[in-house]
Nanobody, 127 residues
Framework: QVQLVESGGGLVQAGGSLRLSCAVS????????MGWFRQAPGKERDFVAS????????KYGDSVKGRFTIFRDNAKDKVYLQMNSLEPEDTAVYYC????????????????????WGQGTQVTVSS
């Protein structure tokens, strides 16, 4: 059974940066397409970013394009989300997700595509 554990969340001022990490255990991360989603209080879970198994294909939600970067280190079984120019609207619980597929180039954007989820890490951006 694969487990996903997020870390790196916290409180940051607007304009600042954070890097989230997601550690995968139970099976090699290279097996999985990885993604990040976020959910603010009272709102639906939104797509943030995804990355293909080979790291070549990445996709981003419109609200984070140009500010966030997803990347993975298969040797360390980790995926990261570098968040720059943070805004108060980025405040949410951020979830790491994994999808097990054979395709090396797939990077989905729907929450329903992902099979496994972490517990989430809180990111709070103050104005």
């Amino acid at each position: 059974q694969v487990q996903l554990v997020e870390s790196g969340g916290g409180l940051v001022q607007a304009g600042g940066s954070l890097r989230l990490s997601c550690a995968v255990s139970g099976r090699a991360i290279s097996t999985y397409i990885m993604g990040w989603f976020r959910q603010a209080p009272g709102k639906e879970r939104d797509f943030v970013a995804s990355i293909s198994r080979n790291g070549i294909v990445t996709k981003y939600g419109d609200s984070v394009k140009g500010r966030f970067t997803i990347f993975r280190d298969n040797a360390k079984d980790k995926v990261y989300l570098q968040m720059n120019s943070l805004e108060p609207e980025d405040t949410a619980v951020y979830y790491c997700a994994a999808e097990q597929r054979d395709s090396a180039y797939r990077a989905p954007t729907g929450a329903a595509d992902f099979d496994y989820w972490g517990q989430g890490t809180q990111v709070t951006v103050s104005s």
